[in-house]
């Protein structure tokens, strides 16, 4: 699932992060201090207005600019903040960049309640009165609609808490929105941004509760990519971190006391694991994580040990962490009780005629127009999917037209055997009743209707209600609205290379 960066705004087109707009005289020399120390410390670049420039009655047109080339403004609310004609100005030019731009406004409650801003009663009535003495009615219902329109956004309340804590709580949960913004540095990667922007809408950051995601499809999709771009994203956000790549492999080679000792070393850097069995580890795990906010990534889970003795249950781990799990099988995931499953789809056309033409020419169309035709075929034959896009491009890249002709045509005959291997692993996991349903789709009753196909099944005793069930959930079938089975076309291409080798030469016995 690889693509160019996006070229929509996003964080890096802005100077500032943070706008903080605040009553001088109320919050200036405590709480606001605090806060804008605890977002620089965080690494989030803030503004926040020179003392100098509230000496003068009209607001100064450096803060409109700065307003303006933030992601996002702090608005603290304080008892006088409706007072100053100069912090309602501010105000306004926020309310009209939310309103024009979709610029995000954040309201924290500084012991002010919101009814009062929303109706302009109690304090806020009483500075308004004298605002009427001084002000032409325009500027004060401009005024009053912006204290209204922000009064109602869900905010942050102090609420007599301790403000080191409330401080902490607000800069995670602006880190945690920003995360969501941070463009995808990796060059090649095309079509991401969507997929990451609802892989967050699923991972929900800043909550203060563990959740786990799976995200699941068939082989080569990108799952893999779209978690590691997501884990660099989020990872600053965490006390702790661990990315465990290739888990099934690593499990069947080395075990899982192994990626257990992989996983502790990742977190607490520093310290050295001796232990030598799962229950051992399961043990440590469990008691030194329990209280830290962690990101860990399992990539490529096929067995429901492994998530037993890698992230075990949720107080296994503090407040705040997140879990992603990679895999082609989402019956695991539903057995292992997660919170939601992302499911990723293939490219469609033109995303993946550009990821082609960026990895194989290094632009985003073809260069020659005698590679015009070959291109669309070699990407029609791909179907979306970014590892048969990958493996073809490094097949064809630095080769003549002739030479690709000549590749195009052997496609038509022999498929590509890397990609066919690839996707093979799924199969290669089934049961043998489960083999044989999906030989027979994928050589049979591929896009035929689901009930005619189960009747057929069901004659030949391979337990259908079951089989089918297994095929979809381990990412290898899917059923349409129209009740159709449908088989992606290298997974069918696969399933018939498969039946044809089963006897080479004597067809009959295939």
């Known amino acids: 699932m690889l693509s160019l960066p996006s070229t929509s705004s996003s964080i890096s087109r802005k100077k500032y992060d943070v706008f903080l707009s605040f009553r001088g005289e109320d919050t200036r020399k405590n709480f ?17 207005d020179d003392p100098k420039l509230e000496a003068g009655e009209e607001i100064a047109p450096d803060l409109f600019k700065a307003i303006q080339q933030s992601w996002c403004s702090v608005i603290v609310f304080s008892e006088s903040y409706a007072s100053s004609g100069w912090c309602l100005d501010e105000l306004s030019e926020i309310v009209k960049q939310k309103n024009d731009k979709g610029y995000k406004v954040f309201p924290v409650f500084y012991d002010v309640d919101p009814s009062d801003l929303r109706k302009q009663k109690g304090k806020v009535e009483e500075a308004f009165a004298e605002h009427k003495k001084r002000y032409d009615e325009d ?20 609420n007599h808490r301790h403000e080191t804590e409330f401080i902490g ?80 492999d690593i499990s069947n080679k080395l ?60 107080d296994w781990f503090g407040l705040g962490s997140r879990i992603i799990i990679t895999t082609r099988d989402e019956h695991l995931l539903r057995s292992y009780r997660v919170d939601d499953v992302y499911k990723p789809t293939t490219l469609n056309d033109n995303d993946a005629l550009r990821l082609f033409n960026f990895k194989a020419f290094g632009c985003e169309k073809v260069p020659k127009e005698d590679f015009i035709e070959l291109v669309q075929h070699v990407v029609g034959y791909a179907g979306g999917l970014p590892l048969a896009l990958e493996v073809l491009d490094s097949f064809l890249c630095d080769r003549d037209a002739s030479q690709w002709r000549s590749a195009k045509e052997r496609l ?44 057929v099944l069901d004659g030949c005793e391979f337990f259908p209600d079951i089989g089918i069930d297994v095929l979809i959930k381990k990412s290898l079938l899917t059923v349409n609205k129209y009740n159709q089975l449908r088989m992606h076309d290298l997974l069918q291409e696969m399933g018939r290379k498969i039946v044809r080798e089963k006897s080479i030469d004597e067809l009959g016995k295939r």
């Open 32 to 48: 606001t201090d605090h806060l804008y120390h605890a977002l620089k410390r965080s690494g989030i670049i803030t503004f926040k």
């Open 169 to 248: 709580d607000i800069v995670k949960k602006i880190l945690a929105k920003l995360c969501e913004t941070y463009p995808t540095v990796h060059d090649e990667l095309v079509g991401i941004s969507s997929r990451l922007e609802e892989l967050y809408a699923k991972i929900d950051i800043g909550e203060d509760d563990v959740r786990i995601i799976g995200i699941c499809e068939m082989g080569g999709i990108g799952k893999t990519t779209l978690a590691r771009v997501a884990y660099t994203q989020m990872s600053s956000h965490f006390e702790c971190k661990s990315f465990l790549a290739d888990v099934r």
């Open 412 to 455: 038509k005959r022999d498929s590509n055997k890397e990609i066919l291997d690839r996707l093979q692993i799924s199969f290669d996991g089934l049961e043998e009743t489960e083999k044989n349903i999906f030989l027979d789709i994928a050589c049979f009753f591929n896009r035929e209707e689901k009930d005619f196909v189960m009747k």
């Open 255 to 314: 075990g899982l006391v192994s990626l257990q000792k992989q996983l502790l070393s990742q977190v607490l850097p520093d310290e050295c694991f001796s232990f030598f069995n799962v229950y051992e580890g399961n043990v440590i795990i469990n008691h030194r994580l329990s209280n830290k906010s962690v990101l860990i990534v399992l990539d490529d889970v096929d067995n429901l040990q492994h998530l037993k003795c890698l992230v075990g249950r949720r």
């Open 139 to 158: 500027k004060l219902q401009r005024w009053r609609n912006a204290l209204t329109q922000v009064a109602n956004i869900k905010g942050w309340h102090l």
